[in-house]
Nanobody
């Protein structure tokens, strides 16, 4: 059973930065597709960024390209999301997700339904 625990959320002013971490256990993280998703109040959960286990290919939502960076430290079993130039519209609960599908990922990396394992979420609040 894969277990995911996020940390690093908080409150920041617009233009600031935060780094989220996700500690994974119960599975070899190098064989997991890993991703970050977010959900704002009253909105559906949406993809932010993800990494494919087959080829380390990364995908980003258009809304965060150039501002957010996803990375992975397999030695520490940890996934990161570096968030720079934060905007008020980035305010949401951020979730770490994982899935053990091993193959060409493509657009499935940015679909909520593609991920079987989820963390509890961490709140990110960006004030203007």
């Amino acid at each position: 059973q894969v277990q995911l625990v996020e940390s690093g959320g908080g409150s920041v002013q617009a233009g600031g930065s935060l780094r989220l971490s996700c500690a994974a256990s119960g599975y070899n993280p190098s064989r997991l597709n890993m991703g970050w998703f977010r959900q704002a109040p009253g909105k559906e959960r949406e993809a932010v960024a993800a990494i494919c286990s087959l080829d380390d290919n990364t995908l980003y939502a258009d809304s965060v390209k150039g501002r957010f960076t996803i990375s992975q430290d397999n030695a520490k079993n940890t996934l990161y999301l570096q968030m720079d130039s934060l905007k008020p519209e980035d305010t949401a609960v951020y979730y770490c997700a994982a899935d053990d599908y091993y193959g060409v990922c493509g657009a499935r990396l940015l679909r909520v339904a593609s991920f079987a394992y989820w963390g509890q979420g961490t709140q990110v609040t960006v004030s203007s």
